[in-house]
């Protein structure tokens, strides 16, 4: 029901910022019905959770590795959801997926995954 691409990965420095984007292309529901978030996964390491929005950006959450340094945001507007990334370190490292799923309310972590799931975008921090 939606299909979700994500952009803006890249090479920094540790230190430095980067804004990922998930662009969304809904077909049955419009974008403002699905939560939305942010995994990434290292490699050698385990999926990880690391922000959610609610369907109307009102509610978002941060795993303990994102807070005080990423900023989860959606423009329904545009169907688009971002990820702010500042103070990057080399553990951010990781391909960083969007994700979705047809509620309002934002992910629960540890409540099943979400149904969709954009290919991933690729994030690499220097020392």
């Known amino acids: 029901q939606v299909q979700l691409v994500e952009s803006g990965g890249g090479l920094v420095q540790a230190g430095g910022s980067l804004r990922l984007s998930c662009a969304a292309t809904t077909h049955t529901f419009s974008f403002d019905n699905f939560a939305m978030g942010w995994f990434r996964q290292a490699p050698g390491k385990e999926r990880e959770f690391v922000a959610t929005?609610?369907?109307?950006?009102?509610?978002?959450y941060y795993a303990d590795i994102a807070k005080g340094r990423f900023t989860i945001s959606r423009d329904n507007a545009k169907n688009t959801m971002f990820l702010q990334m500042n103070s990057l370190k080399p553990d951010d490292t990781a391909v960083y997926y969007c994700a979705a799923d047809l509620s309002s309310r934002p992910f629960v972590v540890g409540d099943g995954d979400p149904n969709y799931w954009g290919q991933g975008t690729q994030v690499i921090v220097s020392s």
């Open positions: 929005t609610s369907a109307s950006g009102n509610s978002v």
